[in-house]
Every structure is written in structure tokens, then in C-alpha cells.
């Protein structure tokens, strides 16, 4: 009985299968910063677009309702820089259009002072931006250019 036991042994740990070297594995898929709003990350349209073009909430729109936007802001009038952003490091960013449909991104470091959409609706008028976590952010409007300037208290 004991011989049993001891071939059983050895043909279960001919079975476990050690992981692979961290050479062999496959290099991780790309991180592009893009989340939808389960923070899954959005990596193409929900549908195919076709000659349309698809847009960082995960939609398809004409190309005519596409644009950039570009958000600058300051910390009490002056630039944003490690100094002025101690107190602020992260922060939350979001874009409103009039219907309340909403696009958001988090954290965003402070002392950058710019943060940009590269293919975002002409639907978002509004942008948010505050200390990740508050309920209050200080808000602009988003002019026909795509830019909005934010002074955070």
C-alpha cells in the first residue's frame, strides 16, 4: 500500500505546473489611462463605427461632432506647480453635456495645470474639476474651440 501512495505522489507532483518565468510571460496589454465609468477600460467603440469616428466615451460620432478639448487651470490665480498644488495633488475631472451624460477621469495630478481629450463629443459643454473625492468642483463652460480655463480656490 505504501508503494501506491508513493507513486501517487510522484505522478500528482508530475502534475503541478510551476509558472513560467517572468521572461516567457507575454508583456501586459497596453495602458492607455481610458476608463469607462466601471473603470473597465475602453479600448475600441461598444459598436463598430465604421466611417465614423469613435470617441472616448466608447461612442461613434461624425467626424464634424468630434473635437479636442483642452482643459489649463490655475491654483488661486497662480500657475499650477508643485508648490501651489501641495495641498491638492489629485484630482477629478469631468466633462457634462446639457442633458447630464457625463465623462470623467481620475486622478489627474494638479501640478500638471493642463489636461487634454483628444476625441471627445462637441456634446460636452461643461468641464468639473476639483480635489479627487469632493462634491464640490469648481466648473467652466467649454467654448466652440474646445478650451476651458478652470481657477481653483
Not at 6 to 13: D, G, R, Y
Not at 52 to 60: E, I, P
Not at 127 to 153: C, K, W
Amino acid at each position: 500500500m505504501s508503494g501506491v501512495r508513493a507513486s501517487l505522489v510522484i505522478l500528482l507532483a508530475g502534475c503541478i505546473q510551476q509558472p513560467p518565468p517572468e521572461s516567457d510571460l507575454p508583456p501586459p496589454p497596453p495602458d492607455d489611462g481610458w476608463t469607462g465609468p466601471t473603470g473597465d477600460p475602453i479600448d475600441a467603440c461598444f459598436n463598430t463605427c465604421g466611417t465614423l469616428v469613435c470617441a472616448r466615451d466608447g461612442l461613434c460620432y461624425p467626424p464634424e461632432d468630434i473635437h479636442a478639448i483642452h482643459v489649463s487651470w490655475t491654483v488661486g490665480g497662480a500657475p499650477a506647480n508643485v508648490s501651489t498644488c501641495a495641498g491638492t495633488p489629485d484630482l477629478a475631472i469631468g466633462f457634462a453635456d446639457d442633458i447630464g451624460v457625463w465623462l470623467g477621469f481620475a486622478p489627474v495630478l494638479c501640478r500638471g495645470g493642463r489636461f487634454t481629450v483628444d476625441k471627445a463629443p462637441r456634446t460636452y459643454t461643461r468641464v468639473e474639476l476639483g480635489p479627487q473625492g469632493t462634491s464640490s468642483p469648481t466648473s467652466a463652460l467649454i467654448d466652440d474651440a474646445g478650451d476651458a480655463l478652470i481657477d481653483l480656490p
